[in-house]
Structures are given as structure tokens and as C-alpha cells.
């Protein structure tokens, strides 16, 4: 696997285990949160095909679907690891 590869999902799983301190010191809610990485994934989204493939649009907001994932779950009380996060991700599109 590329090295890069593992330095993001690293950098996802970080992420998404201080969005989950965050909820627990009270800073922010899971809803909160869930909002914040919506407003993101639109951010992201090229919807006006601006000459970005499909795939390299997936890719764009893969991470950002992974941590909204987490964020569900950990709502929750679940988590899982980023291989059945990406999965799950998989799934959806």
C-alpha cells in the first residue's frame, strides 16, 4: 500500500478521535459536529463538473464520509476500524 495511503487514514482515525473528545468535553454535540462535516462534504462536492472525474470527486470527499461515519457511530457508543469504515463508505456511493 502506498505510504501516503497509510499516513491518511492515520491522519482520519486522529480526526475522528478528537471530534469524539470534543463531543465528550461538551464543546460541540454529535449533531453539531454530524452539521459540520455536511457543510464540508458540500464544500467539496463539485456538483457544476468542473472538470473533476467521478473518481477523483469520490476521493475528495471519502475522508470526509469516513468521519461522519465515525461520528454516527460514536453517537452510538460504537466504533469501528478504518477498514470497515471504508466499507461502509463503499456502500454508500
Known sequence: MN???LQVEGLIMAVAAVSEAIVRKGLMTHEEIGQALASAE???SRPDGDGVSDS???ATVFPIR???LANQASQHGRSYTF???AEL???MT
Open 3 to 5: 505510504t501516503a495511503n
Open 42 to 44: 458540500n464544500a467539496a
Open 56 to 58: 477523483n470527486q469520490a
Open 66 to 68: 469516513v468521519l461522519s
Open 83 to 85: 477498514a470497515q469504515y
Open 89 to 91: 463508505v463503499g456502500r
